[in-house]
């Protein structure tokens, strides 16, 4: 299907059907346990409450592997966000592409799974929550402008723009990306109103920057 031409790349690829080698397989199979650890703690208690100890004591591994394969806290948050948000933007992609004909339809079908999803995925919902209360050390890695989730959402829309009006230069397909992932985002946290009002409101304002 189009959309998976658009969908962002996994954080690993695997190549063909030849085994991985056994140290590489368990490395792999660590890592995982390690982020879905980490998840499952985040979506319990928040992310100011995880500890790379308690990560490593539900994960059933040893901490300096923690170290060795995340170098720090903050390197497993990012590499928590980053492997979350895949499946979230390749989500996004498929209402983006190929989408109903109205451009207007499909970004406001696109800014709504966003909203809707964000409250169904357990870790994003966590992450929502707290910032709503005030407090989470992991949105930085949703909102920072030069942060890899950031920019991929921003490329995403971006490319979707494109497609849709070609005739625009780069530099205001550039803009109305930024303002659709900023203003979406803003929502999330701050929810204005009902999500299906949000969406259109978001669609027709990111928009009419293209008229």
């Given at each position: 299907m189009a959309a998976a031409r658009h969908r962002i790349e996994a954080a690993t690829l695997?190549?063909?059907?030849?085994?991985?080698?056994?140290?590489?397989?368990?490395?792999?199979?660590?890592?995982?346990?390690?982020?879905?650890?980490?998840r499952d703690l985040t979506c319990e208690a928040g992310w100011d409450q995880v500890s790379l100890l308690a990560v490593a004591a539900r994960a059933e591994v040893s901490r300096p592997s923690v170290y060795k394969e995340f170098g720090n806290r903050?390197?497993?948050?990012?590499?928590?966000?980053?492997?979350?948000t895949q499946q979230f933007l390749a989500g996004v992609a498929d209402a983006l592409y190929?989408?109903?004909?109205?451009?207007?339809?499909?970004?406001r079908a696109a800014i709504l799974y966003v909203l809707e999803e964000a409250e169904s995925q357990p870790l994003i919902r966590a992450?929502?929550?707290?910032?709503?209360?005030?407090?989470?050390?992991?949105?930085?890695?949703?909102?920072?402008?030069?942060d890899p989730i950031f920019?991929?959402?921003?490329?995403?829309?971006?490319?979707?723009?494109?497609?849709?009006?070609?005739?625009?230069?780069?530099?205001?397909?550039?803009?109305?990306?930024?303002?659709?992932?900023r203003m979406t985002i803003s929502h999330l946290i701050l929810p204005a109103d009902e999500q299906h009002l949000t969406a259109e409101r978001l669609a027709t304002a990111a928009l009419k920057l293209l008229q």
């Open positions: 695997t190549g063909g059907s030849v085994p991985d080698p056994p140290r590489v397989a368990w490395r792999k199979q660590m890592r995982q346990r390690v982020l879905d650890a980490a903050a390197g497993l948050g990012r590499a928590l966000v980053v492997r979350e190929p989408g109903v004909p109205d451009s207007h339809d499909c970004l992450v929502v929550t707290a910032a709503r209360k005030g407090s989470d050390s992991l949105l930085p890695y949703l909102t920072a402008r030069a920019y991929a959402g921003q490329t995403l829309v971006q490319g979707w723009l494109a497609t849709r009006y070609p005739e625009q230069h780069t530099a205001s397909l550039q803009i109305a990306a930024d303002v659709i992932v």
